[in-house]
């Protein structure tokens, strides 16, 4: 194995293959940092080798798709076939009290679980699992199951293990480990997998078609103290389901099919009972854009299928997202699956509280009709990563569980209570080649920032005005010594008056 990012953890990508029942394998990571928990956001490189050092794949960028590429890569060419390899654990579980399959407070759970041999390895013998955890409010009561010997290419299951669960615990995550044993395993297999004890308030829906992405909104909430149950798809979820929640997160990222009709009817018995709901989907509109369920429902009317744009912005005097700026680039602390963001126009009583920066179409509508709340955005709520000094995914989603927990109803009022600002900015000509203008007007005398970000957030300029008076200023940028593409500027203005800060996002298209 070869590491050579210098940020990654040789023990971390170590254990990784060794969880996949991999004795040797040699991969070559080239680059500052993957993204997310495992760097801070550089575009990397990455060759991937075969034991025989033969090139299998390739790819620019970290993401989910690459890193289930490496573990099939690993699966087809870093086994030895005289030995077993054990893979694919599922689990089903059931408890003697609501018998909804969760494990809650003062149930007592079984467990069974299901693994499969690869195809073409040796048969495993004598294969044995034991549970384990740490966490004080499970007391596992059996946590030794058998199963059957499993040939090469076989799917077996298992014996049932018990746990119960503490009377009074806190809902919140636990982490589970299942070794598996077998007489001719060169090493015990180890399967790591999280339950969520006791009923959490929101629950995320995870319908992105098994790309993983969702997993970026969970980091968020964890990030946040706050604890959320994930429905992976495993069976389908219906109204009844989701009433054990007051929120429900529903995001559908890459997946092109997004509600079907029973989905949508789960959706309409949950926000009938006073639940909910966020839903984001950038296919949804494309899809759905003409049904009932899209304008009566989400109180919105679709307009553009693919905006092909990465920048949105909050609307001034409107609840949530006030102030803030997001961008979609795919890269830094988020996912790169926004490829197709759509817009709309809320249907009254609903209104917009999100558009595509300088675009005059509207990313995202609200919707409160007093009992249940709905938030529908066109885009991945996902790929929102804080580049360029923009507004992160775990600011944005604070504010939603803000808003879905206040009082405040979307009113008339709040479209038209601006709040104050000192500084605009434009640029023109734009797209440009090689120079720009910028037209900075102040209502104050301040001092201002301008820093230049490329598409992967990297700093490509930056220029302090440290006393620009009350009035309108001219600005030239030069692309010269830049490579075509779309570039950002962050403006911070400090007003001199009362130190009060305003920060400005312009998107800047460079042609030559």
């Keep these: 194995m070869v590491d050579v990012d210098n940020d990654e953890d040789p023990n971390f990508v170590l254990g990784w293959l060794n969880s996949h029942g991999v004795t040797t394998v040699t991969c070559l990571v080239y680059g500052s940092s ?27 960028g970290y993401s989910q798709a690459s890193y289930n590429t490496w573990a099939s890569l690993v699966d087809q060419y870093a086994i030895d076939y005289d030995y077993p390899l054990i893979q694919d654990m599922t689990w089903e579980m059931t408890d003697d009290g609501n018998d909804d399959n969760h494990p809650d407070a003062g149930e007592n759970c079984t467990v069974t679980f299901t693994v499969s041999n690869f195809d073409g390895c040796a048969e495993a013998v004598n294969v044995t699992g034991e549970l384990f955890n740490d966490d004080p409010a499970i007391d596992i009561t059996n946590p030794y199951c058998t199963f059957p010997d499993i040939p090469g290419g076989d799917t077996v299951n298992s014996t049932t293990v018990e746990f119960y669960v503490d009377a009074g615990l806190e809902p919140h995550q636990s982490t589970f480990w299942l070794t598996v044993f077998a007489d001719n395993l060169p090493a015990p297999r180890v399967f790591e997998f999280t339950l969520g004890l006791g009923r959490a308030s929101w629950l995320v829906v995870d319908d992105d078609g098994g790309d993983d992405d969702v997993e970026w909104i969970v980091s968020s909430f964890e990030n946040m103290d ?34 079907d009709l029973d989905e949508q009817a789960a959706v309409i018995e949950y926000l009938d009972g006073g639940g909910n709901l966020l839903l984001s989907s950038q296919y949804l509109g494309e899809e759905l854009g003409g049904t009932a369920f899209f304008s009566d429902v989400l109180h919105a009317e679709h307009t553009t299928d ?16 006030d102030g803030m700026g997001f961008l979609l680039a795919g890269s830094g602390n988020g996912a790169a699956n926004s490829v197709s963001p759509s817009a709309m126009n809320p249907i009254a009583p609903a209104v917009a509280f999100l558009e595509y920066a300088d675009q005059s179409e509207y990313a995202g509508t609200l919707y409160d009709n007093g009992s249940s709340r709905v938030i529908y955005m066109g885009f991945p709520v996902e790929a929102i990563g804080g580049l360029a000094g923009t507004n992160t995914r775990d600011e944005f989603l604070e504010a939603v569980c803000e808003w879905f927990n206040s009082s405040e109803a979307v009113t008339d009022q709040a479209l038209v209570t601006i709040p104050e600002q000192f500084v605009m900015a434009r640029a023109y000509p734009n797209p440009f080649n090689p120079v720009t203008n910028l037209e900075i007007t102040l209502e104050a005398d301040a001092s201002v920032q301008l820093t230049y970000y490329d598409v992967r957030g990297a700093e490509v300029h930056s220029q302090s005005l440290s006393l620009l008076t009350a009035g309108t200023h001219n600005i030239e940028f030069s692309g010269a010594n830049l490579a075509s593409g779309i570039y950002f500027l962050s403006l911070d203005a400090q007003r001199l008056l009362d130190g009060q800060h305003q920060l400005q996002q312009l998107k800047l298209n460079l042609i030559k």
Excluded: C, H, K
């Design 306 to 321: 693919n905006m092909q744009y990465s920048w949105v912005d909050g609307i001034a005097g409107t609840p949530i997202a």
């Design 226 to 259: 706050m604890y959320v149950d994930v429905w992976d798809g495993s069976v389908p979820v219906n109204g009844e389901t989701m009433s054990n929640y007051e929120i429900v997160f529903w995001a559908t990222g890459i997946n092109q099919s997004t509600l």
């Design 34 to 60: 993957t993204y997310g928990p495992f760097g801070d956001g550089y575009i990397p490189y990455n060759v991937f080798l075969d034991t025989d050092f033969i090139v299998r794949f390739t790819d620019s």
